[in-house]
């Protein structure tokens, strides 16, 4: 089988290796890719956002299957260009994928499908939005409606700050398109866990719990990010509580897309807040999380290349996700600054090192390659993970190879997976 994976993050390196391994797999693309990609894809050129070139380039390359990692593409309708070529693509169409191209509408759908959730409502005028605020009270949650790359959410116990968060979205536009509304939510308490399923639009395989670290600071202090580190499982979410989770979220959601005339074919996630009220949900994605992936995909023993096609056909009722036992933390490292602005180009050094540790790996998400040295190119510029029979050693080794790669400014967090360490 060829295969083509469009993307060039994390997320994205994290799949290439897992494809990589398939022995379904003939041949493996990337468009565009990144350094650790090319380690064992062949790189190719595309605007993966335009759903007629990446047609176009499956066509040229005979791809039997297309992989969509980011959230982008999927919104821009590639899914939808490649089905109507005939072409078997992993990733949801444009209006399945609205569950995540509108906080508004995933919203509304999981209200239709009796699907747990805060209390939200969503607005475009600043005054009728202060005085939800007010009516919720603190903490506040307040999200930009669209893609905003994970950095749209604010959560603050400062009112004045959640005025100056809707004045930046529904009054200066600092997000465009996708801050010209806002949702408005309840806070809601408890550990966060993500549960990821493949689906075929009928059938759902549900993959262990991961949990990932948003805030860019140590104790979850500072701004929102894409993702400072993640580890699976989770001891929070237990397998008879991610079960639950699966018959009362996820699989009520995909039921609900395809109600309503959108089949999701592809990866669907849910992000949970387990509140003392048992669990909520916070969002929805239309993909694998970054950077949950990167520890997930590290414990999967599956065929990912074997689920991808035949959750694109329609058919994985008869397979089934096979997990290592051992727990994988993965380490995302920053350039200094990120969140905010931040210089790139800097040459990364001690990556031989890291990756030559024993059950570790390094995936590329911010890199590119210069006169020979790879060097940072982007906020995230690498997901260091490592196994363990334990959380403690699986840590221990993250750290230790983490320790190994420097970059000028690089930053991360010190804490990621302590509190599963028992």
């Known amino acids: 089988m060829r295969v083509l994976l469009l993307g060039s993050g994390g997320r994205e390196s994290a799949l290439a290796d897992g494809l990589a391994r398939s022995k379904v797999i003939d041949d493996l693309f990337a468009a565009p890719g990144n350094p650790g990609i090319a ?46 070529d005939g072409r078997r693509a992993f990733g949801p169409n444009a209006a399945a994928a609205r569950i995540e191209g509108s906080k508004q509408h995933a919203k509304s759908l999981m209200d239709e499908a009796g699907v747990p959730t805060a209390a939200w409502q969503a607005f475009e005028d600043v005054a009728a ?43 200066r536009g600092a997000f465009g398109e996708a801050g010209k509304r806002v949702v408005i939510e309840e806070f809601l308490d408890g550990q966060e866990a993500s549960l990821i399923a493949i689906t075929d ?35 929070a979410c237990p397998p008879e509580l991610a079960a639950r989770i699966s018959d009362e979220v996820i699989g009520p959601m995909v039921r609900a897309t395809m109600d309503s005339g959108a089949p999701f074919i592809g990866a669907i996630y849910a992000g949970l807040a387990l509140t003392s009220r048992g669990p909520r949900v916070i969002e929805f994605n239309a993909r694998f999380g970054d950077p949950e992936t990167q520890a997930l995909l590290p414990r999967l023993r599956s065929d990912l290349g074997e689920l991808f096609a035949a959750a694109a056909d329609g058919e994985i009722s008869g397979l089934k996700l096979e997990w290592d036992p051992r727990a994988c933390v993965s380490v995302v490292l920053a350039s200094g600054g990120y969140p905010g602005s931040h210089e790139t180009g800097f040459e990364i050094s001690g990556l031989d090192a890291a990756e030559g540790m024993d059950d570790v790996s390094v995936f590329h998400a911010g890199t590119a390659e210069r006169d020979g040295a790879i060097v940072t190119a982007g906020g995230r510029v690498l997901a260091v993970s490592a196994m363990g029979e334990g959380f403690a050693q699986a840590r221990e080794r993250a750290y230790d190879a983490a320790s190994k790669i420097t970059f000028e400014g690089m930053h991360m967090r010190s804490d990621i997976a302590e509190r599963a360490v028992t």
Do not use: F, W
Request: hydrophobic share 40%; glycine share 12%.
């Open 39 to 84: 380690r064992v894809a062949e790189l190719v050129e595309c605007d993966i956002l335009s759903p007629g070139a990446v047609v176009d380039l499956a066509t040229k390359l005979d791809a039997d299957l297309i992989v969509i990692g980011p959230e982008a593409p999927l919104v821009a309708g590639v899914g939808d260009a490649l089905r109507e």
């Open 129 to 171: 939005a202060s005085a939800y605020l007010d009516e919720l009270g603190p903490p506040y949650v307040i999200k930009a409606d669209g893609l905003a790359a994970g950095k749209g959410v604010v959560v603050t116990e400062d009112r004045s700050e959640a005025i100056a968060a809707l004045d930046e979205r529904l009054v």
């Open 201 to 235: 639009g009928h059938n759902v395989l549900t993959c262990d719990p991961a949990q990932d670290y948003k805030r860019v600071g140590d104790g979850d202090a500072g701004p929102n990010t894409g993702g400072m580190g993640s580890y699976s499982p989770v001891p």
